[in-house]
């Protein structure tokens, strides 16, 4: 059957403010970035066929003009930020000696980055400004994982920031064991790749053990070390669910919590979901193992989190200590910052938070266009920094969420727009605000591209519902 999609009638929506996304496609294609952008950056898709992108609305409403630093001096861009002054040496002011003393240094007052100039830093990093040609397992590296709390997740993630993506990739690669989903950064289940798995899930070790903190009063009297050690045996022995895992150790503590037994199973221990569960178009029960006894290596020993910091940047910079925490789910990583601080350049953002990124990373001007973007629930583009503003208008705080769950959300102009659900045969998208008609129009193209990348086998409508009030 051939494939159709097309738009139904609704309610008009909106996005985070502003003016057209252009072309109808909104498929890749922004202008070329300003000169803050570093070279060898992800080559963009087609170019889109429209006018000038609009500016979204952001926490920062007094905003200058574009690319125009806050700071009372020294004035640049954000594009500019990417070269940062280097202060010139002090000089004598006469003849006279002086006394051999240290001089000292002049302070450069740090460059402003409001809210548009870190949304298109982001972006980049996180290959939503331009599609990637760069393969999945790449990909999950370069973003330093996936947030896989469900199996979906991750290929709706991959299919919104890659070029030529198709989700059989990266189920092969889990098929083969060079992509897990384990518990690592937030306490949360990600997709990692099989090096990653190895060397992160010992760095936020900590954060697991002050999880374990929550269930002390269910495990009176458990010695948690030999927990360890009869839960490894068990899940090496063959894939242990958790309720295996509940009862084979109450068995062993039958006055303690079994919940807290199971969990404290997965705290101490790197616990992956082994196949077919994270298959695209399988489905299986969650079933654990060691990560080591998965992929046949032991895991390397907790290291200090600098070259993580390094990662991060690279992914999700600019970016204050308190994001990268935010991200990781650690504390104390001020260190490793301070350490770092001579191979990175510092900005500030509008409430003053000092910035650390790489001194070659881009930063694409504000005005750089940002086509739509469809994203999973729980995508780390949300979750990953203290301040969501970048990504998250302040009157949009806390509607991707009902209850526990997460809803699917889109961008329009770089900025959260709305929430989308697909059933049946029907994806429905639903604003938070009014969106133009060109807007719409490239969000239904979006649309159509996303659902023919995921399901390239059915027919489906797109249509617009009703416009989300707070």
Aim: aromatic content about 4%; some cysteine.
């Amino acid at each position: 059957m051939t494939k159709r999609t097309r738009a139904m009638g609704g309610t008009a929506a909106s996005g985070a403010g502003g003016a057209a996304v252009p072309g109808a496609g909104g498929v890749g294609g922004a202008a070329t970035p300003g000169p803050g952008t570093a070279q060898g950056a992800a080559r963009s898709g087609p170019a889109s066929a429209g006018g000038p992108a609009s500016k979204a609305a952001t926490a920062n409403t007094d905003r200058p003009a574009p690319g125009t630093s806050t700071a009372p001096e020294p004035q640049g861009s954000a594009a500019q930020a990417s070269k940062p002054t280097t202060p010139k040496k002090a000089t004598a002011t006469s003849k006279t000696p002086v006394k051999k003393a240290t001089p000292a240094k002049a302070v450069t007052p740090a460059l402003t980055l409001d809210p548009r100039a870190l949304n298109r830093a982001t972006l980049h990093r996180q290959l939503l400004l331009h599609r990637s040609p760069m393969s999945a397992k790449d990909a999950v590296a370069h973003l330093v994982g996936l947030q896989a709390q469900n199996v979906k997740p991750p290929y709706y993630a991959l299919a919104a920031r890659l070029d030529g993506f198709v989700p059989q990739e990266l189920s092969a690669l889990v098929a083969e064991r060079e992509v897990v989903r384990i518990v690592t950064m937030r306490s949360t289940i990600h997709a990692h790749t099989a090096d990653d798995c190895l060397t992160l899930r010992p760095l936020v070790q900590p954060a697991r053990d002050r999880e374990l903190k929550n269930f002390r009063k269910g495990l009176g009297g458990v010695d948690l070390e030999r927990l360890a050690a009869l839960a490894r045996d068990l899940v090496e022995d063959e894939p242990r669910t958790m309720r295996q895992l509940r009862e084979a150790l109450s068995a062993e503590w039958p006055d303690a919590d079994p919940r807290a037994l199971s969990i404290a199973a997965r705290c101490k221990l790197p616990l992956v979901q082994v196949t077919p569960r994270g298959l695209w178009g399988r489905s299986g029960q969650v079933a654990l193992t060691t990560a080591e006894h998965w992929l046949g290596r032991p895991a390397e020993p907790a290291s200090a989190p600098d070259a993580t910091v390094l990662r991060y940047l690279t992914g999700f910079g600019p970016a204050s200590v308190k994001d990268m925490q935010t991200w990781a789910g650690l504390t104390r990583l001020r260190d490793a910052f301070e350490r770092l601080r001579p191979e990175l350049v510092t900005f500030r953002d509008t409430h003053g938070v000092e910035l650390f990124d790489l001194p070659d990373a881009p930063r694409p001007d504000p005005d750089t266009p940002a086509p739509p973007r469809f994203l999973p629930e729980y995508d780390n583009l949300l979750l990953s920094h203290a301040d969501r503003t970048r990504v998250v208008p302040a009157e949009y705080r806390g509607r991707t969420w009902q209850g526990n769950l997460a809803h699917c959300t889109f961008l329009v102009d770089g900025f959260l727009a709305g929430v989308w659900k697909l059933a049946d045969d029907t994806l429905t998208v639903e604003p938070f605000g009014t969106l133009t008609k060109a807007q719409r129009d490239a969000v239904t193209a979006e649309a159509a591209r996303m659902l023919g990348v995921m399901h390239p086998e059915r027919s489906y409508h797109v249509r617009f519902g009703t416009v989300i009030r707070p």
